[in-house]
């Protein structure tokens, strides 16, 4: 994950008060239960990113060879897997 939990908790807080104050949108909940929501969302696409670096480090795994020998630059490879990977399952990151 990119961000720790106090810059999650922080952007949420600043999202959530952005948001209402500016008459954007109007809490049908605590502010309390929006931040947590907020943060959970937040928190979940985040993960999901994490677990596509992994997915495609795990992929990548089997052209070590190629990229230690300098016939492939694993940046490269890396940043296209990980773009098809996204867009085949139609996400935003």
């Known amino acids: 994950m990119k961000l720790n939990r106090q810059?999650?908790?922080?952007?949420?807080?600043?999202?959530?008060?952005g948001l209402t104050k500016n008459?954007?949108?109007?809490l049908k909940v605590p502010a309390e239960q929006a931040l947590a929501a907020v943060e959970q969302g937040l928190t979940e696409d985040l993960m999901?990113?994490?677990?596509?670096?992994?997915?495609?480090?795990?992929?990548?795994?089997?052209?070590e060879k190629e990229f230690a020998?300098?016939?492939a630059d694993y940046k490269t490879m890396f940043?296209?897997?990980?773009?098809?990977?996204?867009?085949?399952r139609g996400l935003v990151l």
């Open 7 to 17: 810059q999650v908790q922080a952007l949420s807080s600043a999202l959530v008060d």
């Open 23 to 26: 008459g954007f949108v109007r």
């Open 48 to 63: 999901q990113e994490d677990k596509i670096n992994d997915e495609v480090r795990g992929m990548l795994k089997a052209y």
């Open 69 to 71: 020998a300098g016939r």
């Open 79 to 88: 940043d296209m897997v990980k773009k098809k990977l996204v867009r085949d």
